[in-house]
Structures are given as structure tokens and as C-alpha cells.
């Protein structure tokens, strides 16, 4: 995994999860906390609420990203960077500052002018926005998105993330984002859990990951809660998400997420990290094939070797002795460990061992039959 730096603040499996307050400069933005015109005004709420509440990163937004709204040009966001420019100036806690735009024009405007990394809500759709970050040494979050400038985020099917994230491929220092919420009337609720399930698939592109859930649709529908009454749901999502594997959460809610991230990394597996004498030995954090095959595309290896390389492992009860014995025979012949225990019996193998154990289904009988059906079946 790829650590990054954005201004001296270290983000990636090395480091504690990083907290990113907002701050909008944007009069249309939806959550009015956040919003200000004001440089004074603005530059005190970092201070009192972010930074003194344990944001690292302040995420400065020129203009709203809800669909219902018109797209800014590169012209319209530039007219608002003084604004943000002064409020940043005014600030006096020590903090990492992040420019949300989807213009390279902007990016480098506002790096030129003391802002330190950028938020690229539309996944370079400006083509020269990696060149600009490369020239001036920043850090990027870039979000998974068409290659479309009035389109942010909005990926229609779960599965087109991934590639949409590696599209234009990515900087040394791209910190990705797999675009949680609303971004188009085709994604789902369901989508964004689909994604979440999912968030671990996302460190197979080798690149510290940050996710912005706080407060969303997709888990206030499971808990039944409005938008003033989610914070516990996205606390209970934030500790997930780190736990996950995520690097850097976005949140209204500094205090409170910071908390829960704290938990989410006390207990998130440890992997093993280590050097013998030049070969660098890294634990990866899979639990199925599908983030296994992540990792193989990004070394250049055959993914097809997934089915081989992530192991399963499942409890069985309810067998007959010629049950055991049947399957004990079938299980040695396709590289599967299976073995008995006094309460139950423990299965175990990877998903194309036990799509071998599978194929002598026809010998089984019928209930080892539907043991094979189940245990081989790689979407369960």
C-alpha cells in the first residue's frame, strides 16, 4: 500500500486515520453549518469547530456538487477563490487545506496561492488535473467519476467504480474515493451499500482510500433516521469503514468521527509489514477472491489465480459417519482440508479447490450434493 503525503501529513496504512472537516464557501450548498462568505467568519468556524475539534484536513468547497444544481464554470469557481483564499490565511491552527474542484485551472490557482492538496470530485475529467498536482508535489483525492465535467460521481453501476478510479490513471500521491451518495438518478441505495461491502476491493489499486458516508442516504434508510438524527449511523459507519481499510473520512461531524475512526483502527487486522534484508514482505487485507484479483491486475499477474489464492472456511454439522468418510475421500483429492471434531467439522479451501470438491457431486449423494452446491458457490 501506498502511503501519501499531503503537506508533511502522512495518510495510508502507517498512519492513524485522518479526519476531514468542510468548509463551503459555496452560498448553495445544502448544509448551512458549513457554509460562509464571510473570510473572518469562516477562518473562526476552522478554528473553533474543525481544527479544534481534530480535523487534519480542511476540504474548502467553491461550490455546491448536488446535481439539482448548475455546474460552475472554471471562470465562476476562480471569482470564489479569494474568498476562500483569505479564509484560509485567517486561519490560526495548523491544518492541511484541500481545494474541492473539478478543474485543473482552478488546482492550480489555488495551489500557487498556499492551498495544499486537491479534491477531485470528478475523477480527472480534466485531463491536465494529474500534471498539475504533479507539478506542485500534491497530494489529490480522486473521486471515482465519468470522464465528464458536469457528471461528478455519477457512476451508474457498482462494478464500473473500480475502473472509473484507475481512468487517467493515477499520481503518486492520489488518495482515491469511490463517490458515496446521490450522484445520479441511476445509482442506488443499494448501490452505495453494494460499495461499502465492497470498500476493501478499492485497496487493491495500492492508493490510500477516503470515504465521505456522513450522514447518507444509504444508511439513514437502514436505521429509519433524518438527516438531524443520523450521526449514530454514521459513527457506527466510520469505524466499519476504517476498519475496512479507509484512510481519510470526510465529515461535518469532526469530533464525533474522529472518535469513531480512533475505534475502527484499534481494531482493524493487523497485517504484517516487513523487510528481510531487501525483500519487502506485506500482509494484504483480503477476505475474498474478488479483492484478490485487485491485487493480482495491480502487480500485472493473471487475476484468474484468485480462485487459488483466498481461502474459505466453513463449519459443518449434522453429518453421518458415511458422510465423513465420503467426503474426507473427496475432499483429499481436491486439495480441500476437511477435518472432524467431536462437536462439528470444519471445511476449508479455496473457492476453485472447492469448485473441484464440486465436481464429484454426482457420487455424493444428495445431501453432500447440496453441501458442494453451497460451500463452491463463490457469490455466498
Known sequence: MQNVTAAGLGIGDDYPPRIMGVLNVSEESPYDPSVYDDPGEAAEYVDSELLGEGADIVDVGLESANK???????????????????????????????????????????????????????????????????????????????????????????????????????????????????????????????????????????????????????????ADRTTEEALPVSLAATSMAVERGAHVVRTHDVAETADAAKIGAAFARDRLVEDVEGVAVEELDVTDARETARHLERLGGDSDWADEATTRVFELSGLSDAERGTLGAAAADAGVVFTTGTAGDLLAGTPAALARLRSTAGEAGDRLAGVFDVVSNPER
Not at 458536469?150 to 469511490?178: F, Q
Not at 461491502?197 to 492508493?207: A, P, V
Request: contains cysteine.
Open 68 to 222: 439539482r444544481f448548475e455546474v460552475l464554470s472554471a471562470e465562476e469557481e476562480l471569482a470564489r477563490l479569494d474568498t476562500a483564499i483569505e479564509a484560509i490565511e485567517s486561519v490560526s491552527g495548523d491544518a492541511v487545506f484541500s481545494i474541492e474542484t473539478r478543474y485543473a485551472e482552478v488546482a492550480d490557482e489555488a495551489l500557487a496561492r498556499g492551498f495544499d492538496m486537491v479534491n477531485d470530485i470528478c475523477g480527472f475529467a480534466d485531463p491536465r488535473m494529474p500534471d498539475v498536482c504533479r507539478e506542485y508535489d500534491a497530494a489529490v483525492v480522486k473521486m471515482a467519476s465519468p470522464p465528464d465535467l458536469e457528471r461528478p460521481g455519477a457512476i451508474e453501476h457498482v462494478d464500473d467504480i473500480y475502473d472509473a478510479l484507475k481512468r487517467e490513471g493515477l499520481t503518486d500521491k492520489t488518495i482515491v474515493d469511490p463517490a458515496f451518495g446521490g450522484w445520479s438518478e441511476a445509482k442506488t441505495l443499494a448501490d452505495d451499500r453494494e460499495t461499502f461491502h465492497r470498500l476493501r476491493e478499492f485497496r487493491g489499486l495500492g492508493q490510500p482510500i477516503l470515504v465521505s458516508i456522513n450522514r447518507k442516504n444509504f444508511l439513514r434508510e437502514l
